[in-house]
């Protein structure tokens, strides 16, 4: 048990960048991976792994330094309190505009798969409710909650692969070639731009306790990553084909109405759905905890669950002026979205972490 | 304009029982964020329940990166 309270674990905080992670990677990893490195599409989760290596080494130094309690401080001691306020600044602009991304990918979502015409405003209005609630009341309850979702979410898509992998036809993803080479290395930034999230988590450091024990659970976190989206590039693009997966909106999706166990068990979807809305409502509160921290380190304040109220209120309506159509919101995140995510959460942190080594401030 | 009443009249009324509760607990500092986001959700949801046919934030974004549609 913690005896800080109003504080998390590292491996709390981790397993809820996790759950943040699988909404955007099943929505991302397939179709994004499929389009540059086709059937070798399986191995960009094995390069990004790599890299991510290096990310969580960088934040496992930041963070043995016990004065260093959040990213912000880090910022501000790396460069500087002017240089490092404005790329807080500029990190909240980021965090907002994601808040609003995914607040709206879940009803663009809902709308695409079962309720296919419906108005979306009474989903975000229940998607805000719930974030009010959870903004607004302690960490440690969402976090626990985390990890229920954690099990829950291990043990269906597991299940999901089971089911998948009979259909899996080795030649969609072999072979793999030297060729390959390159489009696995460019795609790979689909990736990275969703796992570099763990950057975002560790805004929440001043209530994270054991920060400095990070290191511990680094090779865990990256093999479970690495693990699971191997899986679902494996047995998405197995059994649909490179071609028909780069061209589907959640490629997932469509790859579990093909299960069909002994002709008596299929029509599997609802449960992905489920998943897919608990995951989605864990991704906008890890963004929203995120956005509050950052304000709390800007502003220098202690009491901060009071921002829950203009926080719902601004995601119900940022989400639905973010963009005019869903291919809008899609190009966005594919043209620009993306490479900004690898540029903060993996660029940002190394070069700030770097010019900080060399003014002797870390 | 019936979506925005029926967003600033909750908004508001939560927006004074959250002062009064920071005013009582002596929380001055804490105005201040409090305020940014406030603006923060006031502004997009005049600008969206306003104009919502004008352009999207996402299109304003592209267009600061110079990206065209």
Same mark, same amino acid.
């Given at each position: 048990?913690?005896?800080?309270?109003?504080?998390?674990?590292?491996?709390?905080?981790?397993?809820?960048? !996790?759950?943040?992670?699988?909404?955007?990677?099943?929505?991302?990893?397939?179709?994004?991976?499929?389009?540059?490195?086709?059937?070798?599409?399986?191995?960009?989760?094995?390069?990004?792994?790599?890299? /991510?290596?290096?990310?969580?080494?960088?934040?496992?130094?930041?963070?043995?330094?016990?004065?260093?309690?959040?990213?912000?401080?880090?910022?501000?001691?790396?460069?500087?309190?002017?240089?490092?306020?404005?790329?807080?600044?500029?990190?909240?602009?980021?965090?907002?505009?994601?808040?609003? !991304?995914?607040?709206?990918?879940?009803?663009?979502?809902?709308? /695409?798969?079962?309720?296919?015409?419906?108005?979306?405003?009474?989903?975000?209005?229940?998607? /805000?409710?719930? !974030?009010?609630?959870?903004?607004?009341?302690?960490?440690?309850?969402?976090?626990?909650?985390?990890?229920?979702?954690?099990?829950?979410?291990?043990?269906?898509?597991?299940?999901?692969?089971?089911?998948?992998?009979?259909?899996?036809?080795?030649?969609?993803?072999?072979?793999?070639?030297? *060729?390959?080479?390159?489009?696995?290395?460019?795609?790979?930034?689909?990736?990275?731009?969703?796992?570099?999230?763990?950057?975002?988590? *560790?805004?929440?450091?001043?209530?994270?306790?054991?920060?400095?024990?990070?290191?511990?659970?680094?090779?865990?976190?990256?093999?479970?990553?690495?693990?699971?989206?191997?899986?679902?590039?494996?047995?998405?693009?197995?059994?649909?084909?490179?071609?028909?997966?780069?061209? /589907?909106?959640?490629?997932?999706?469509?790859?579990?109405?093909?299960?069909?166990?002994?002709?008596?068990?299929?029509?599997?979807?609802?449960?992905?759905?489920?998943?897919?809305?608990?995951?989605?409502?864990?991704?906008? !509160?890890? *963004?929203?905890?995120?956005?509050?921290?950052?304000?709390?380190?800007?502003?220098?304040?202690?009491?901060?669950?009071?921002?829950?109220?203009?926080?719902?209120?601004?995601?119900?309506?940022?989400?639905?002026?973010?963009?005019?159509?869903?291919?809008?919101?899609?190009?966005?995140?594919?043209?620009?979205?993306?490479?900004?995510?690898?540029?903060?959460?993996?660029?940002?942190?190394?070069?700030?972490?770097?010019?900080?080594?060399?003014?002797?401030?870390? | 304009?019936?979506?925005?009443?029926?967003?600033?009249?909750?908004?508001?009324?939560?927006?004074?029982?959250?002062?009064?509760?920071?005013?009582?607990?002596?929380?001055?500092?804490?105005?201040?964020?409090?305020?940014?986001?406030?603006?923060?959700?006031?502004?997009?949801?005049?600008?969206?329940?306003?104009?919502?046919?004008?352009?999207?934030?996402?299109?304003?974004?592209?267009?600061?990166?110079?990206?065209?549609?």
């Amino acid at each position: 048990m913690l005896a800080n309270k109003g504080k998390i674990t590292v491996r709390q905080a981790l397993i809820l960048f !996790v759950l943040a992670t699988f909404s955007p990677s099943i929505r991302l990893f397939t179709a994004g991976t499929a389009r540059g490195a086709e059937s070798a599409a399986w191995l960009t989760p094995i390069l990004s792994a790599l890299v /991510m290596i290096v990310v969580f080494k960088i934040l496992s130094s930041i963070f043995r330094n016990r004065n260093i309690t959040n990213l912000g401080v880090f910022f501000d001691r790396a460069l500087g309190k002017a240089l490092g306020r404005t790329v807080l600044v500029l990190f909240l602009l980021w965090l907002v505009v994601l808040y609003f !991304v995914y607040i709206r990918y879940y009803t663009e979502r809902l709308i /695409m798969t079962i309720f296919t015409g419906s108005e979306t405003k009474l989903f975000i209005i229940v998607l /805000m409710l719930l !974030v009010f609630m959870a903004t607004r009341g302690k960490i440690e309850s969402f976090a626990r909650f985390g990890e229920f979702s954690f099990i829950v979410f291990t043990v269906v898509f597991i299940t999901f692969f089971l089911f998948l992998i009979p259909g899996v036809r080795i030649d969609n993803i072999w072979p793999v070639t030297h *060729f390959d080479a390159i489009p696995v290395v460019k795609s790979s930034y689909n990736i990275l731009s969703i796992w570099g999230y763990v950057t975002f988590s *560790f805004f929440l450091g001043d209530r994270i306790a054991d920060k400095e024990k990070l290191g511990k659970y680094t090779a865990k976190t990256i093999i479970y990553l690495a693990s699971i989206a191997t899986l679902t590039i494996v047995t998405v693009i197995g059994t649909l084909g490179p071609s028909l997966v780069a061209r /589907m909106p959640i490629p997932f999706f469509s790859a579990l109405t093909t299960i069909s166990i002994m002709e008596t068990l299929d029509r599997l979807e609802p449960f992905l759905l489920s998943t897919y809305v608990m995951s989605d409502f864990i991704v906008v !509160v890890f *963004f929203a905890q995120i956005i509050i921290a950052v304000l709390k380190e800007l502003f220098k304040v202690s009491e901060t669950r009071y921002l829950s109220t203009p926080i719902a209120f601004a995601g119900y309506a940022g989400s639905q002026f973010l963009a005019s159509s869903r291919f809008e919101l899609g190009k966005f995140s594919t043209v620009l979205g993306l490479w900004v995510n690898v540029v903060l959460c993996i660029a940002a942190p190394a070069v700030i972490f770097i010019v900080g080594k060399i003014r002797k401030k870390i | 304009m019936i979506e925005l009443v029926f967003i600033l009249v909750p908004f508001f009324g939560l927006a004074v029982y959250d002062m009064k509760k920071m005013a009582k607990a002596k929380l001055k500092r804490e105005f201040i964020p409090y305020i940014v986001l406030s603006f923060l959700a006031l502004g997009v949801t005049l600008v969206y329940i306003l104009d919502p046919y004008g352009p999207s934030l996402v299109k304003m974004i592209m267009t600061l990166f110079g990206i065209k549609e």
